[in-house]
């Protein structure tokens, strides 16, 4: 398939089309997939540009047979022998059939064009390219099948594909190959192929299926206490373009219906079908894995907390007030590491929304290093993003730190101040600049680091994990208009997107 910046590039230049017609043809190759494999045929989207030429704006394989084109056509302009039929196919009131046949190698083709129609326009052409060698003894697999994406095809030329209503977020992705029933009007089982066959199997199913309800085959797979979604009985009837599930007897069968309209109505459906089983099984394994990691994270939070409380207590008792500064301080940086925890644990990965958890702990920190008459605000420019745990916890520990060292010398004597962190992140390079309109650089620096007090410890965690753990830089200089700024620029050891 084709990437979408390029699609859209020639949507725009596409002649006499507005947003909603745009639009709709974006609707149309997102679900196109379903009429080349049932066509067994290629699929091209040929659009009419403002210039007045024909362009091949999108292309669809088929994944039920070998394709035709193994080149990528989109952006090629069709030949100067097809214009003619292109220029007629636009005006027909339905599909039309080429009146010449082409080669692809040894492969004879037949071209057949369907008008797309939305809202009384023509927006361009689905050519349909099949290979003739396909048509040749067909068994009842083969025409169904086939039989079926000319219905879908040919809906195409009366606005009625893709549909308007229909359920765009699949999360099964079934395809033909997976398994289809062909359903009448009313529901009935025309046509069931064999690997939908073995999908309804292994629900508990053993009848003969063609002549049946498929909602009755459905139904009665079900027990008294099973959920049903809303959705089932539509797609089990096929009355409606809606997907759902069924599951019973410890399997489970992702369907989606997808309504026939002839001339004068509906005419029947199509019901894909795959067996997801071993998917809904790997989620729930999925799911429990995630519970425990953040039922771990939740642990490790509270007993960090407990840690915490521990040493908050000890501090309290102690006669030295040496010996409580330091207890705080520790105090300070095993909570810094619990909300780090705290973050995670309400994640479903080892993720964390840095700026939620960031802008906790400053808050946090100012309010511990400050006295009751202090009063220290912090403002944010920029965005950290989500960040993985093997980044948060130590940046965490250094961003706390400067602004406890912030806090600590540049706002002593002081009863009011402002901090500022501005945050610049392309991929996992990330450069941090904290600054405060305090006492001045002299305060805060020694010879271009953080200035030691007490055990020095701050000093240290800033430096170790700025330059060992990050590879990055660290430097302490005067701000403009007073103050100091700490500017640090480091690469992120798992980078994600922001």
Same mark, same amino acid.
């Given at each position: ?47 009419? %540009?403002? #210039? *007045?030429?024909?362009?091949? &704006?999108?292309?669809?394989?088929? $994944?039920?047979?070998?394709? =035709?084109?193994?080149? +990528? ?110 359903? %009448?009007? #009313? *529901?009935?089982?025309?046509? &069931?192929?064999?690997?939908?066959? $073995?999908?309804?199997?292994? =629900?508990?199913?053993? +009848? ?291």
């Amino acid at each position: 398939m084709l990437d979408m910046a390029d699609f859209s590039e020639i949507l725009a230049s596409c002649d006499d089309c507005d947003e909603e017609d745009r639009e709709w043809l974006h609707h149309l190759v997102a679900d196109w997939q379903v009429i080349a494999d049932l066509s067994f045929a290629d699929l091209l989207l040929v659009l009419r %540009t403002k #210039g *007045g030429t024909f362009k091949v &704006a999108e292309q669809c394989r088929p $994944s039920t047979v070998m394709s =035709l084109r193994t080149e +990528d056509v989109v952006g090629t302009v069709p030949p100067e022998d097809r214009q003619e039929e292109l220029e007629q196919a636009m005006k027909s009131k339905g599909v039309l059939r080429s009146n010449k046949l082409s080669t692809f190698g040894k492969a004879t083709v037949c071209d057949v064009y369907a008008p797309i129609r939305h809202k009384g326009k023509t927006l361009g052409l689905v050519v349909r390219e099949t290979n003739m060698a396909t048509r040749e003894s067909n068994g009842r697999y083969e025409s169904e099948s086939i039989n079926a994406g000319k219905e879908l095809f040919e809906m195409i030329t009366r606005g009625e594909f893709p549909y308007s209503d229909s359920v765009l977020n699949q999360r099964h992705n079934a395809r033909v190959a997976d398994g289809f029933f062909v359903l %009448t009007a #009313g *529901g009935i089982v025309r046509y &069931a192929s064999p690997n939908a066959i $073995s999908c309804f199997r292994r =629900l508990g199913s053993v +009848d003969t299926m063609t002549g049946q309800y498929l909602s009755e085959i459905g139904t009665s797979l079900l027990h008294k206490n099973d959920p049903v979604p809303d959705s089932l009985p539509l797609v089990l009837s096929g009355k409606a373009a809606v997907d759902s599930e069924l599951d019973a007897n410890g399997s489970a069968v992702s369907m989606r219906s997808l309504p026939l309209y002839g001339r004068h109505g509906r005419i029947g459906s199509i019901v894909l079908c795959r067996d997801v089983t071993e998917l809904r099984r790997r989620e729930k394994e999925l799911q429990t894995k995630d519970a425990t990691i953040s039922e771990i994270h939740h642990r490790v939070k509270n007993n960090l907390q407990a840690v915490s409380a521990l040493l908050r207590l000890q501090a309290r008792r102690t006669k030295s007030d040496e010996v409580r500064k330091e207890l705080e301080e520790a105090q300070r940086r095993v909570q810094t590491i619990a909300v780090v925890h705290e973050g995670l644990s309400q994640t479903a990965d080892e993720i964390v929304d840095f700026d939620k958890v960031i802008s906790n702990l400053l808050k946090m920190s100012v309010d511990l290093a400050t006295t009751s008459d202090q009063h220290i605000s912090i403002s944010y420019v920029g965005k950290f993003g989500m960040m993985p745990a093997q980044d948060a916890t130590p940046l965490s520990l250094v961003l706390t730190e400067l602004v406890n060292n912030a806090v600590e010398h540049g706002f002593e004597g002081r009863t009011e101040g402002h901090i500022t962190i501005s945050v610049g992140r392309g991929g996992n390079n990330l450069n941090v600049v904290v600054e405060d309109d305090g006492n001045g650089y002299s305060t805060e620096s020694d010879e271009g680091r953080a200035k030691s007090s007490g055990s020095g410890l701050g000093t240290q965690i800033i430096n170790t994990f700025v330059t060992n753990d990050f590879g990055g830089t660290v430097r302490w200089e005067p701000r403009r208009d007073g103050g100091t700024r700490a500017v640090i620029n480091i690469k992120l050891r798992v980078a994600q997107d922001v």
